[in-house]
């Protein structure tokens, strides 16, 4: 496998635990975790698809920029 294909999937299945930790209250601030690592897979997908689809890749690009600045605005309010 390729490496970002293999980072894809160590970060979804972190992303997945940390969501079910914070859903069942196990963890109640895992959101601080697993927002930022959702930010990461899409720059991982926007790198994948950088030659594939550049217009998917720009998108991807653009949602994890949102990601990172709800992640800003939940840790510093």
Known sequence: MRPFAIAQIVLSVSVIVLALLQLTGAWPNAIYLY???????????AAQNWNKSRP????????????????AYIVLR
């Open 35 to 45: 927002e930022p690592l959702i930010g990461v897979v899409l720059l991982v997908q």
């Open 56 to 71: 998917l890749a720009y998108f991807s690009l653009f949602v994890s920029i949102l990601l990172f600045g709800t992640t």
